[in-house]
């Protein structure tokens, strides 16, 4: 069964949480290229997915969100490209069995179309082919996460679907201003993330990262007053990133976080996991708050 046809069986669905912050604590240096670590550290990867696995999740994500060709080209990597991402998503599949979900990773290339550092024709190869490894390796869905200008979301939209034949989610990530309006980096709304993103082709649209998972109450209802019928996916951080010490903290404990999950299912969320900060115990804490 596909995640869309689970959904229409009114199945509310748990991804996964952090990986970025966990490869860290497992000994991921600054400076290193996260992504090469399916390589170099398949087992440490494998172990991350097993555990977000053990601890419920149907969706596990693969470790690949800076894979794109322009991202791993600034590591000298980016004639790995597809090894690396068909990688990643081979040993989420060798986790996850055929009975839940291999998610592919896709991030932002921090490359601006408005700046002309890029073309689109440059942004829709490294998306297709990106998108294109992972489904090979094994993965049903590609998530294009962390998007924040709404015509590299688009394009990455469009060349997973017409190089895949994947299910794709798009999330991008907002800040609210305190008064109920919320905006992406570059001033998209989530009403604006809607329309365009349904009109790109996607099947799933939601919001990851931001600032813990009390504004995605707010992001969630934005969303539905656009549209009360596509799926809906939240993945918050574990709260409002703190520096301390160089070291970014994120301070909302597993219970804090599953405590608003029917504020979430309120609000029309089909899909919930965690972003930055969050750790198996919180998909754990979520799961029991679903009924699990
Ligand atoms: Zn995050």
Not at 1 to 16: A, G, R
Not at 70 to 76: H, N, P, R, T
Not at 206 to 230: H, L, P, Q, Y
Request: proline residues 3%; contains cysteine.
């Amino acid at each position: 069964m596909t995640i869309l046809d689970e959904i229409k069986l009114n199945k509310v669905l748990l991804s996964d949480g952090a990986l970025g912050t966990i490869l860290q604590s497992k000994g991921l240096k600054p400076g290193e290229c996260p992504e090469l670590w399916n390589i170099s550290h398949r087992s440490d990867v494998r172990e991350i997915a097993e555990s977000y696995l053990f601890a419920g999740s149907d969706i596990v994500t693969t470790n690949s969100f800076g894979g794109s060709r322009i991202k791993l080209s600034q590591y000298g990597l980016g004639e790995r490209t597809s090894e690396i991402n068909t990688t990643a998503a081979a040993i989420c599949r060798e986790a996850a069995g055929n009975d839940r979900h291999v998610a592919g990773s896709i991030g932002p290339t921090g490359k601006m179309l408005l700046m002309g550092d890029v073309t689109e024709e440059e942004l829709l190869d490294s998306f297709s082919e990106q998108a294109l490894a992972l489904e090979k390796g094994g993965a049903d869905i590609i998530i294009i996460e962390t998007m924040s200008a709404a015509d590299e979301a688009v394009l990455a939209v469009k060349a997973a679907r017409s190089s895949t034949g994947c299910t794709v989610i798009i999330t991008m990530t907002f800040t609210g201003d305190g008064n109920g309006e919320y905006h992406t980096m570059m001033g998209i709304s989530p009403a604006e993330m809607v329309i365009a993103m349904k009109e790109a082709g996607a099947h799933i649209i939601g919001s990851n990262c931001g600032n813990g998972i009390r504004e995605m109450i707010g992001v969630t209802g934005a969303i539905r007053s656009a549209d009360n019928k596509i799926p809906v996916i939240i993945q918050a951080n574990a709260g409002i990133p703190e520096f301390v010490d160089g070291v970014t903290l994120f301070q909302e404990s597993p219970e804090m976080m599953a405590s608003f999950v029917p504020d979430l299912l309120k609000a029309g969320v089909n899909i919930i996991g965690g972003c930055c900060g969050t750790t198996p115990a919180h998909i754990r804490a979520i799961a029991k708050a679903l009924g699990r």
